[in-house]
């Protein structure tokens, strides 16, 4: 097991309070970062290397960097705890198990943005969470962690907690703030980005749970130390959502690097895939990025070993690779049909579609139809071009990335396992073995 | 000023100019298609994606092409920046994609339908569209609603612009109207079936680009190319009372605002846009009502036009040339 960074002492008792975490030296990157100047966080974590968790996989320092700093104007940190990707659950986990890490990274982050009000929107499924994060946040303005003038710094914070009402479009980070500000969760159109013009028409930074966690780390063994963790660009330590047919599922953090064949098959982390069975294939980070057969997760076309890095598991553009994504790391076993799998994910993001622009509202609910006729076992032949040319006319025609992670499933199904649909079109049902039924297929 | 080139047709714009907008100014084929742009409605523009065009340079400073196709009505021309429209098979291509989309569960009933002939869907299916249809499933369907006592809404032939909703946050004092549901389902409604009484309800039928808004009463009463457009202004103490009278013998049919060629109500001479109030539009339907100014002419390429037939002729030539240049790009 590597450096645990971000689920280190998960075992202590009391961990999830303010006491227990302070215990395990909660809180002193606090009193370290309110020491130095905000310009300097801000270098701290550009030299760690750190990349937005989210999915996207921005460097954060320069993101932060590019925060508009008009004078008079209030500037705002969101934490964006909407985890709604499907296979993705680290963020829950984290918040859940260690609120204060949050609570403190979102302290730092926003001295370091010059932040004095910031929120952290979270999933209205996870109500429970939120009631963890709320008694957290009481806990710290009681400690006088927030409020006015932290810890005699004279810097002032007000933290919320607000909740969404579940829908997956308001993670994406323009959806986030109209929702925030009591609208419609509808993606903006971009420019302006929300660096210049954000929540309330003031330069807001969005960041994923985990990124803001991970700067406390970062203040507490300074960035130089927190990038020669990993490999190359990728730094730092990263939480893996394992899931699927393996046989233990879970939460991992890993040092950025590990080779994903170890990944899936070692004991201290996934244990190899349930019953013996083999490995198909793998959904490498959450539902959007592109599935991958066995033979390409674990060697990169070159025939090298893949890794768990931004850059190994992109290695190959999308015609043989996929993303590191947000880390939703879905493993499937030899009885899984890729079909039925893929049409469900097209069913969750015809579901999830805002309805704001044309291509993704009708694309993926055309995209959706087709595969549950195909799984009626009416398909046709030509319904697989259909597809494959519907899914390119969705992608990077849209508002926001939700067609292209509608479009990107559909394509490399049919791209790395056309056979398969060709077969199940051919017998009018699977070869797979299932092990599990699909209700509520009926035309919508 | 900005120096922009449109399909290799170079023009100088002020700053902040948007493409779709140095593109009106040169005119002609190069303009984008909009569906949900308006130039008057604050926030219009980019649900639609009709417009989207290919940037091959960014601007002198920052001569790199942007990565994806842009919507031309958001995105702002930058010094230098060459924009490619009908000249890229790319866009071309987009396009019917976009269009094959808005058709997807759009119900073709043009026969029994009051916008037929002025439908801006129509023209841009004509023109960017694709011949047949790959559409096999069931169409979407909504139960036909009312929106005050004049205006109709039939939401299986909305595309959900969005324009009607600048319009209720725009020109009405209070919204009590917006889309409701999501995705697959959205649609235009008033909460809780509440009707609009605003005087300005009914310029939304004038932006609708489609026959989702429509005038009841004017509905089933003639199809639009039956009718004469005149352009006519009465003293109106709410609007500015300048209006496009559509008469058959005698009788005035429908009022709506001037439209100009890109579908949009024209400004007036103060420089505003000209909208008109519900009791010009619905209830002054004598022509003793009105002052007639003379005959109107209808720009547009729509059926209604009376030289469409040959603007067709030249948009079927556009749309084969076009064609030929997708497939040279597709074979190579």
């Known amino acids: ?444 | 000023m900005a120096r922009v080139t449109i399909d290799g047709h170079t023009i100088d714009v002020p700053e902040g100019t948007t493409i779709v907008e140095a593109a009106r100014k040169i005119g002609g084929d190069i303009v984008p298609p909009t569906m949900c742009y308006y130039s008057t409605l604050k926030t219009s523009g980019g649900y639609c994606r009709t417009c989207l065009v290919k940037v091959t340079k960014g601007s002198d400073k920052d001569p790199r092409p942007m990565p994806k196709l842009v919507v031309g009505c958001r995105q702002t021309v930058m010094d230098g920046m060459e924009v490619q429209n009908i000249t890229s098979p790319e866009v071309l291509e987009a396009r019917e994609g976009v269009v094959e989309f808005l058709l997807l569960n759009h119900p073709l009933d043009c026969p029994v339908c009051d916008q037929a002939g002025e439908c801006d869907l129509q023209d841009l299916s004509y023109a960017h569209g694709d011949e047949g249809t790959r559409t096999e499933f069931r169409r979407r369907t909504f139960p036909m609603k009312s929106i005050g006592d004049k205006i109709k809404l039939h939401m299986n032939r909305c595309i959900m612009c969005y324009r009607c909703v600048k319009v209720a946050e725009q020109l009405c004092p209070e919204r009590v109207h917006g889309v409701l549901n999501r995705g697959w389902d959205a649609e235009i409604s008033t909460y809780i079936e509440k009707a609009i009484d605003s005087e300005w309800s009914g310029n939304m039928i004038d932006v609708c680009p489609v026959g989702a808004l429509t005038d009841k009463t004017f509905r089933f009463k003639s199809r639009v190319w039956f009718t004469k457009p005149l352009d006519a202004h009465r003293n109106c103490d709410v609007c500015c009372g300048k209006v496009a009278i559509w008469v058959s013998g005698d009788a005035v049919l429908r009022v709506t605002g001037r439209k100009g060629v890109y579908h949009e109500i024209e400004n007036t001479e103060d420089g505003k846009p000209g909208w008109i109030c519900n009791t010009c539009r619905f209830e002054k339907k004598n022509l003793s009502d009105w002052v007639i100014e003379g005959p109107r002419h209808i720009d547009r390429h729509s059926v209604i036009s009376q030289n469409h037939y040959e603007q067709l002729k030249q948009l079927k030539q556009d749309l084969s040339r076009q064609k030929q240049i997708g497939e040279k790009a597709h074979n190579n």
């Open chain 1, 1 to 444: 097991m590597g450096r645990q960074l971000l689920l280190d002492n998960l075992d202590k008792p009391g961990i999830n309070t303010l006491s227990g975490y302070q215990q395990t030296g909660g809180y002193e990157s606090l009193k370290k970062a309110l020491q130095m100047k905000p310009e300097d966080i801000v270098t701290e974590v550009q030299k760690s290397g750190l990349r937005g968790r989210g999915g996207a996989g921005f460097p954060t320092g320069m993101k932060w960097s590019f925060l508009a700093k008009p004078p008079g104007e209030p500037r705002y940190l969101i934490c964006n705890a909407d985890e709604s990707e499907p296979g993705t659950f680290k963020d829950r986990y984290l918040m859940q198990h260690k609120p204060h890490i949050l609570v403190e990274g979102m302290i730092i982050s926003s001295f370091a943005l010059g932040a004095n009000t910031s929120y952290i929107y979270i999933r209205g499924e996870m109500m429970y969470v939120y009631h963890i994060l709320q008694k957290a946040i009481d806990e710290a303005y009681a400690a006088g962690y927030l409020g006015k003038n932290i810890l005699g710094s004279g810097f002032d914070l007000d933290l919320h907690v607000h909740c969404g009402a579940g829908a997956y479009i308001c993670g994406e980070e323009t959806a986030l703030i109209e929702s925030l500000e009591g609208k419609r969760g509808n993606p903006r159109i971009k420019p302006p980005f929300p660096a210049v013009k954000g929540l309330w028409g003031c330069p807001t930074v969005v960041n994923n749970v985990e990124t803001i966690a991970a700067v406390v780390p970062i203040i507490r063994i300074t960035g130089e130390e927190y990038a020669k963790i990993g490999v190359g660009k990728s730094t730092g330590t990263k939480l893996i959502s394992a899931s699927g047919h393996i046989n233990k599922p879970g939460v991992y953090e890993i040092e950025l690097g590990v080779p994903v064949e170890e990944f899936i098959y070692s004991e201290q982390y996934c244990g190899g895939i349930r019953n013996g069975k083999k490995l198909k294939a793998v959904v490498a980070g959450g539902s959007s990025v592109p599935v991958l057969p066995a033979e390409l997760i674990l060697k990169t076309a070159n025939g090298e070993a893949r890794l768990m890095t931004y850059e190994s598991l992109a290695d190959g553009g999308f015609a043989t690779g996929t993303m590191l994504g947000s880390g939703g790391f879905i493993v499937m076993d030899e009885d899984t049909s890729i079909v039925k799998n893929v049409w469900n994910f097209s069913r969750f993001y015809h579901h999830e579609s805002c309805g704001q622009c044309s291509p993704c509202r009708e694309g993926t609910g055309w995209m959706y139809k087709i595969l549950s006729r195909l799984l009626d076992g009416k398909g046709e032949t030509k319904d697989i071009d259909l597809l494959w040319d519907i899914q390119r006319k969705i992608e990077g025609k849209t508002i926001c990335p939700f067609g292209d992670a509608a479009a990107w499933p559909v394509a490399a199904s049919i791209r790395h396992f056309r056979n398969e649909f060709e077969q199940y079109i051919s017998k009018g049902k699977s070869d797979v073995k299932h092990y599990y039924r699909i209700n509520n297929l009926q035309e919508s």
